[in-house]
């Protein structure tokens, strides 16, 4: 059974750092499309980054977290990572992991692009 366990998140003031992880099983991370989006209360969710797979390798960041947030994959331990730096206060939201069938050909910026996805970990920035 493919399953996604998102961890890292939790209560920080502006500016500090968070990396959340995303450990995968019942499948390998290398050959999927993981993606990383977040969902404040009231608002769509949204599309942060993705890593493709490791034929082809590509990252994407949103234009919100571009500069700030990176994006890694550890085949050794089949995880995905999320490096947040300079958090702000609208970055406050429920992160979730996602990945992608290889059948999936929707863009992979948006959630319909995904296929499997975690529980999500809150995220607070707050002084």
């Known amino acids: 059974q493919l399953q996604l366990v998102e961890s890292g998140g939790g209560l920080v003031q502006p500016g500090e750092s968070l990396r959340l992880s995303c450990a995968a099983s019942g499948f390998t991370v290398d050959y999927y499309t993981i993606g990383w989006f977040r969902q404040a209360p009231g608002k769509e969710r949204e599309g942060l980054s993705y890593?493709?797979?490791?034929?082809?390798?590509?990252?994407y960041y949103a234009n919100s977290v571009k500069g700030r947030f990176t994006i890694s994959r550890d085949s050794a331990k089949n995880a995905v990572y999320l490096q947040m730096n300079s958090l702000k206060p609208e970055d406050t939201a429920v992160y979730y992991c996602?990945?992608?069938?290889?059948?999936?050909?929707?863009?992979?910026?948006?959630?319909?692009?995904?296929?499997?996805w975690g529980q999500g970990t809150q995220v607070t920035v707050s002084s």
């Open positions: 890593i493709s797979s490791n034929s082809d390798g590509r990252t």
């Open positions: 996602a990945a992608a069938d290889a059948l999936n050909l929707s863009p992979k910026g948006r959630p319909e692009g995904y296929d499997y």
